[in-house]
Structure formats: C-alpha cells, structure tokens
C-alpha cells in the first residue's frame, strides 16, 4: 500500500439532506496538485472570465460538461479568450490518457438481452482507458456499448483499501481517493468517446470501477451532483456498488437520493464473507441487512446483490439458499457473475451451465435472478480486473480460504 490511508468513513461529517440536494455544492477530497477543470464551481469559472459578457460562463460551462470540449475546440469564443483558457492551469484536464484499448462487440455468450439477431451493431463494443493522475497513481474506466445503451465504469479511488481477495485492485493496495472532478472528467471523457464511435448516448453510470465509493463518500456525491446538474444524467441511472460500508449505505439511505445500490455480497453467511471480502469482520450480515432495508424503504429502489461465482467456494445449493435467506425479505434482485481470474487468487469460475442453474435454484425460491456475463475480459476491463500496472503490487497474503483451495478442491 502507498501513500495516505483511506478517508474513515467516521470522519465525514453527515451533511442534512436539503443541503446535498439544493444549497452549496458540496465539497470533494482536495486535489492533490491542486484545481482542475471539474473541480471549479460556476463561481470560480467566472473569477477565470471576470470582464467577459456574463453568458459567456454558461456557455464555457456547457462545452466543458456537455461536449466534454477543450477550450481550444470551442470554436464560438474569440481566439483571444480560447487562447487565454488553454493556458489557465485551472482549466487543464485531470487525466492522461495512458492506454486505449478496445474489444469489438460483445463477447461470446455475453449479454445480449433484447439485442437484434445476427450481426453485432455498430454502438456495440467496449473501450478501456487507463487514466494517469497528476501525482503518479492511475485508474481505469471502462465505456460499454450495447445495442440499446451506453454505459460507463468508472473509478471511485486511485487502487482499494479494502482487500477483497479475489479482485486485482483490492490485491494491489490503496493510493488515493480521487476527487470529483476526477470522476466527472471519467464520464464526460466516454459520453465524447460514445459520440465520436457512433454508440448509444451515454447514459449510464456504474461506480464498478476501481475503490470502493462509500469510502470517499464526499467525492463519489459530489460528483453524483455534477453527473445529474451539469452533464445532464438521471441519478436513477447512476448505480453506487459497495462492498458494504454500512455507514455510507445508511448515509444514502438518510439522504434518500434515487441512486442505485448495488451490494457486493459474494457470501451470506459471516464466516465466509468474511474471509472473500474482510471488510464484513467489521461490518457483519445483520447490520448490512438492516442498512440495506433502510435504502430500499427511503427510496423505493430494488437493491441489487452481486454475487461472483467462485467453483468449489460459493457456488453450492446451500450457498444459494443463504442467499435466497439475505435476499428475499429485501426484495433484491441478484446478479450471478462468474468470477473473472485476477493474477494473486487461486480459484476459478463456476462454469457457465452451472451458473445457469443456481440463478434457477434462486428463481425456484422466489428470488429474481439474472447472470450477468461480464464484458472486456479479452483487454482485462471485466469487473474486478482493474488494477493499473503503474502501482505497486502487494504481495498476496494466502487466506484460509485459499490455503484450502490450493490444498484440495481449488485450481
Ligand atoms: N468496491 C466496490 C465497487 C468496485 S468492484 C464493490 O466492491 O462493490 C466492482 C464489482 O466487481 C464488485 O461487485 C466486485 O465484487 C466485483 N469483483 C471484484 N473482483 C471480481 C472478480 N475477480 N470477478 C468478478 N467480479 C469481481
Ligand atoms: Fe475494493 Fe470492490 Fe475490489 Fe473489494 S471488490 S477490493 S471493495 S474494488
């Protein structure tokens, strides 16, 4: 692990909710080499144009969130001004792009639902970016098109604290928080990318990216603010997952935005939850439960359960009836992932056929179930292999878990 420890949950202070909704914006992490071009307020964007007309804000602040423009490219202000905004350091964008990469379409047996037969359309494909931050660490975002939609993963943090064995960031330890312009720049760099591709209008926005959301609570909401106020998106398509922070999920339950909540669940029973996602030997099933039940009474919205499938871990009839038992007096709806390899876990995926059958084994017992094949494994952008080369690897530390895998059942 490098650099500060991760933002604890118990030092931000709780903002009532009339001031998230209306009043100031509220305020994100500090960036670390200091303002960039999302992280300006209207009213520091008008310091930059004192002496211009007024409406020239608006209009600067609409290529910025709207067309994701440089100011080079607004070809509607005087060349003077365009000039003068190209070399203001506050409004330098916060990413280097590092890497490109790009898998066409779908990929076999990916998710298709309501898709036209036969050829794959031009708005289907997935693009991954790694992003360099100005002080070093880097992030992924991964842009996903389907016949119908667009949607973007973006990244909450630079790396995870957490220590989730099976997934690649969580096995390469925790930078930094990002703050909300660096969330916002993520989003508004893939709705251009959407355009300049001939996708589906971008509309949608999963915190699936790397770090863990409800661990930099003030970045991830400010920039749900400017996601909804500035670019235009619908906080109903925007979908906050968490291994779960019960704090933060009481947080967004208090403050009763219509955001998605998405639980990365993976094992519903203590024990075992424990071992796949540590975070749980804090907060365990029970007060998760109740958080959750909390969320889904403020704001009327289904929670979703992800739940990777390990072969020999979690993927037993018995599993499937603990997770029935977590689900149903939440009415969620469960997502079945089959676990994607990452380089420091041992341990495979269920097989498809098999996943087909324990989603099933949930409907059979009253759960809404849906597999949910994961896209960009082929340029690793699949849930849970995000982890940029340019940090530091923590060597793996073997968990019971995978002492028992590699000793017997496991790969
Ligand atoms: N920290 C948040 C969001 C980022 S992780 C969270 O954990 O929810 C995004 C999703 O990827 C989570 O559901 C996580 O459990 C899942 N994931 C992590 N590693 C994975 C892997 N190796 N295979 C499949 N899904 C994985
Ligand atoms: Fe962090 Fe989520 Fe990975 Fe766990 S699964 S280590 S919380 S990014």
């Known amino acids: 692990m490098t650099g500060r420890p991760a933002e604890s949950f118990e030092t931000i202070p709780v ?69 003068r905004l190209a070399a203001h350091p506050s409004l330098a964008p916060s990413l280097v792009k590092l890497a490109e990469l790009e898998a066409d379409g779908e990929e076999p047996g990916g998710d298709r639902r309501g898709a036209p037969d036969g050829q794959r359309t031009g708005a289907e494909g997935t ?4 992003f360099g931050l100005e002080d070093g660490p880097s992030v992924e975002t991964v842009l996903m098109g389907y016949h119908d939609r667009s949607t973007v993963c973006v990244s909450s943090q630079a790396g995870c604290a957490m220590g989730c064995t099976f997934c690649a ?7 930094r928080q990002l703050t909300r312009g660096e969330i916002v720049e993520q989003v508004v760099v893939a709705a251009r990318a959407a355009r300049e591709r001939g996708m589906r209008r971008l509309g949608n926005v999963v915190f699936m990216g790397m770090g863990e959301p409800l661990a930099n609570y003030r970045s991830v909401s400010a920039a749900i603010t400017s996601l909804t106020a500035d670019v ?11 291994v779960g922070v019960v704090p933060g999920i009481e947080r967004m339950a208090a403050e ?63 599993d499937m009836a603990e997770l029935a038992g977590f689900a149903r007096p939440l009415g969620a709806h469960v997502n079945l ?13 269920t097989p498809a056929g098999t996943v087909e059958e324990l989603a099933d084994q949930l409907r059979r017992s009253g759960v809404n179930a849906t597999v949910r094949r994961n896209r960009g494994r082929s340029i690793a952008a699949a849930c849970g292999q995000l982890a940029a080369t340019s940090q530091p690897r923590r060597r793996p530390v073997p968990t019971m878990m995978e002492t028992a895998l590699t000793g017997g059942r496991g790969s």
């Not at 960031?169 to 930078?175: C, I, K, L, V």
């Not at 992932?337 to 995926?349: K, Y």
Request: charged residues 25%.
């Open 337 to 349: 992932i089959p676990l994607n390899s990452t380089p420091g876990w041992r341990c495979e995926a």
């Open 127 to 130: 693009v991954k970016w790694v």
């Open 169 to 175: 960031t969580g096995q390469a330890g925790f930078s």
């Open 15 to 83: 903002a009532p909710a009339e001031q998230v909704e209306g009043g100031a914006r509220e305020t994100s992490v500090p960036a670390p080499g200091g303002q960039r071009r999302y992280d300006l307020d209207r009213a520091q964007l008008s310091d930059i144009l004192a002496g211009e007309p007024s409406f020239r804000v608006a209009q600067v602040w609409d290529a910025l969130y709207r067309r994701g423009a440089d100011s080079g490219e607004c070809t509607d202000l005087p060349l003077g001004l365009r000039d």
């Open 256 to 318: 009763g935005r219509p955001v998605g909540l998405a639980l990365s669940l993976h094992a519903a029973n203590d024990a075992l939850r424990s071992e796949l996602v540590p975070q749980n030997r804090r907060y365990g099933l029970a007060k998760l439960s109740e958080a959750c039940s909390a969320w889904t009474r403020r704001t009327g919205r289904r929670l979703s359960l992800e739940w990777a499938c390990m072969k020999g871990v979690n993927d037993s009839s018995r």
């Open 232 to 242: 235009g998106l619908s906080a109903r398509r925007i979908t906050v997952s968490t």
